[in-house]
């Protein structure tokens, strides 16, 4: 089969496999374009309980990025507690969040 990269990409690219001359690609995370929030699990948080929320730096498509490391302060808004200063390592660190009331 054969790949090809549309125009407007930096290098064009031309890829063929065949069972002889196999080939490899890796796609990686562009740069940091944003930070986000994830919780750590899918389950809802009772209200009072902790939430253990991800930090990621993410390239503008959504994809962590491994390479980043640094501080990023996160703030709350509400009732929420648990804002801070948080360190990312490989593109990503953890916060735990509580409220005391039922918020979005």
């Known amino acids: 089969f054969y790949l090809t990269v549309a125009k407007g990409v930096k290098l064009p ?3 063929m496999h065949t ?3 196999p080939f490899t690609v890796e ?3 562009g740069e940091v374009s944003q930070f986000a929030l994830h919780a750590s699990s899918s389950a809802s948080a ?3 309980a902790l939430l253990r929320v991800l930090v990621r730096a993410e390239d503008a498509y959504g994809n962590r990025v491994h390479s980043w490391a640094g501080e990023v ?5 509400g009732k929420a507690k648990g804002a801070g200063v948080v360190s990312l390592d490989e ?8 409220s005391d009331v039922a918020e979005t």
């Not at 302060?73 to 808004?77: E, G, H, I, M, N």
């Not at 593109?91 to 509580?98: A, M, R, S, V």
């Open 73 to 77: 302060a996160v703030l709350c808004q």
């Open 91 to 98: 593109g990503e660190g953890q916060l735990d969040l509580t």
């Open 27 to 29: 796609f990686n995370a």
């Open 19 to 21: 069972q002889a001359k």
């Open 13 to 15: 690219l031309a890829l």
């Open 46 to 48: 009772a209200v009072g």
